[in-house]
């Protein structure tokens, strides 16, 4: 167990930060953008990063693409700019290299502790820590390990689901899960099923469409699908593209070895995308025209199976079930080989399926791309805060997090991709700098000034629950419809997105409203300044360089030369 209390601050320098240890639950994106980020800005950081798996990144099948709508031109790092990628869209495999690279030349494997599996969390008030519980894989070895600061960096959904129907333990054919894929599966000439048409269903569809016997997709509901599969789309039409394109060699040389063409690219790329939010309010000329252009787009998508149309038409705008990349996986059900099977699955048999109207039909494989547990309230994973509330207990009825990162009763938990992070537009990526530079912040102001806990406001969280009530009132959102954003309740409230863009929420992470947290401090109460300090700066004390805000290389502090020169025979 760390030391519960820190060093004297009165003997020490304004500037020496008091050790802080981090742990990071997860090393997906958004635990990759910690290991990052928070050596480079938190000085004196002891951090961990406990990851499952046994690598960083995520789970990989047929047909993934690096985003549900975007191009990896802006579903990467800002600071870790890749010019050389083969694809605008580009398979799942070329992404997971780029999330290993960015690792490596970050030092995040240096952090990370693989093979490890979450347990529990507890609040430890008396000494001001977070007491971790993981399972050591390779041995079954039970771990507890000590952090002033918790990040749950676990994404909005990270428990994988069956489908909910009996049977599955008699099917005798190939069982997958799309988030427990097993590349030794090859559907090559095989009879397959695929359940679910969320973001996986829609990609693996038409990446083994070609090579399968027969394919049947169960689909209980109705769906939008956007001309050329994401927000980029104006990408594909001027380059007279389809569905994806191959960047060419001489293109990609160009960027490598331009820095600042890539980056005009990618900016074009970034403005396509920041552009969406548009189209989220209601009653708008926006959402009419986009409503307007996904009609036409799907009834001449469908025209060789019409059935298809009235089926997937929904009767809600696009936008309140989260639009999917689907044009691929419309224009292959199209295909004599594959089929639409409106219908729930009633259960498994020893051969297939037996559908809701009770026909049967046999299978080699099937695909279940049924996705996550979108209760996200953490029954098997509990966090333990605050006077012994559990993290479920803290979420009833809904998730919530203020400004997405700070959970209520959860003292210095914070969280990245959490409830009412996910932006109406904008890439993701955004959301997980953003809010980790907001946590950053937290993180150095416990330090700074020797703060033993910060948890948010019962009247912060109030506000900001009212906040989104109002935003969401205004959109598609609260619209009727089963959605992964209202954790499939047609009529509940939104608890996954962020009220705006990802621009927008950059700029309200920016600048942490501090007076909404309560605290307890490691300094005595009659002596609140103590944090001050000695007097004096590190570099003061080590005889080091004490002009470290004198800088040549910002030139907004430099004056022009014309305007100081002057003729030395006059002096």
């Known amino acids: 167990m760390a030391s519960p209390a820190p060093t004297d601050p009165s003997l020490r320098a304004i500037d020496d930060f008091r050790r802080m240890r981090v742990i990071c639950i997860g090393a997906g994106m958004s635990g990759i953008t910690v290991g990052c980020l928070f050596p480079q800005q938190i000085p004196n950081l002891q951090l961990t990063i406990y990851e499952k798996n046994s690598e960083v990144g995520g789970t990989c099948y047929p047909g993934l693409q690096p985003g549900m709508y975007l191009t990896p031109h802006t579903y990467q790092y800002t600071f870790a700019s890749n010019p050389n990628w083969s694809r605008f ?41 977070w007491e971790v519980t993981v399972l050591r894989l390779e041995d079954n ?3 507890k390990d000590y952090a002033e600061v918790l990040i749950k960096a676990t994404g909005l959904v990270n428990q994988w689901e069956w489908p909910d129907c009996p049977g599955r333990e008699l099917f005798k054919g190939t069982m997958l899960h799309t988030a427990n894929w097993d590349d030794s599966f090859d559907p090559t000439g095989k009879r397959v099923a695929v359940i679910g048409y969320g973001a996986t269903g829609v990609q693996i569809t038409p990446a083994i469409q070609p090579i399968v016997k027969s394919l049947d997709h169960y689909v209980r509901g109705k769906v939008w699908v956007p001309p050329g599969g994401g ?9 007279g593209a389809k569905k994806n394109f191959d960047h060419p060699l001489e293109e990609r040389r160009r960027f490598c070895n331009d820095p600042l063409a890539y980056l005009a690219f990618r900016k074009k790329q970034e403005m396509y995308t920041n552009q969406v939010q548009g189209v989220m ?4 000329e926006a959402l009419d025209k986009f409503t307007e252009m996904i009609d036409l787009n799907m009834r001449e998508t469908s025209k060789p199976k019409p059935e298809l149309y009235e089926i997937l038409k929904p009767s809600y705008s696009p936008g309140c079930r989260r639009l999917i990349m689907g044009q691929a996986w419309l224009e ?9 099977i409106p219908k729930n699955v009633k259960r498994f048999t020893e051969h297939g399926i037996e559908d809701e109207d009770g026909v049967l039909r046999e299978y080699d494989a099937i695909i279940c791309a049924t996705g996550f547990d979108k209760n996200m309230d953490n029954r098997d994973t509990p966090y333990i805060g605050q006077d012994g509330i559990t993290l479920q207990e803290a979420w009833d009825p809904d998730p919530v997090a203020y400004l997405s990162v700070a959970p209520p009763k959860m003292p210095n938990m914070f969280l990245l991709f959490g409830p009412g992070s996910a932006p109406a537009a904008g890439s993701i990526i955004h959301v997980f700098e953003g809010a980790a530079g907001y946590i950053i912040k937290c993180i150095r102001k416990m330090q700074k000034e020797y703060l033993k806990s910060m948890v948010i406001r019962p009247n912060a969280m109030a506000g900001w629950i009212k906040h989104l009530d109002y935003h969401f009132g205004r959109t598609v959102l609260s619209e009727s419809c089963a959605s992964w954003f209202k954790r499939n309740k047609p009529e509940g409230r939104p ?21 909404d947290f309560e605290y307890e401090s490691w300094l005595p109460s009659d002596d609140p300044m103590a944090y001050l300090g000695n007097g004096c700066t590190v570099a003061e004390v080590e005889g080091g360089d004490t002009t470290g805000y004198m800088s040549f290389t910002d030139v907004s502090t430099v004056l022009p030369v014309k ?9």
């Open 141 to 143: 070895t039970v771990i």
């Open 332 to 340: 292959c059900l199209t295909k004599e080989n594959a089929h639409l």
């Open 563 to 571: 305007d100081y020169l002057v003729d030395s025979a006059k002096l």
């Open 281 to 284: 309010f209601k009653g708008t």
């Open 89 to 129: 869209y580009p398979p799942g495999r070329e992404f997971e290299e780029y999330l290993k690279t960015v690792a490596k030349t970050y030092d995040v494997y240096k952090y990370t502790k693989f093979n490890h599996f979450f347990q529990t969390a507890r609040w430890l008030s008396d000494i001001g820590q």
């Open 495 to 515: 608890v996954i997105s962020w009220p705006g863009s990802a621009m927008h929420g950059y700029i309200a992470w920016d600048s942490p409203r501090f007076e």
């Open 231 to 239: 927000t980029n789309f104006q990408e594909l039409v001027e380059r």
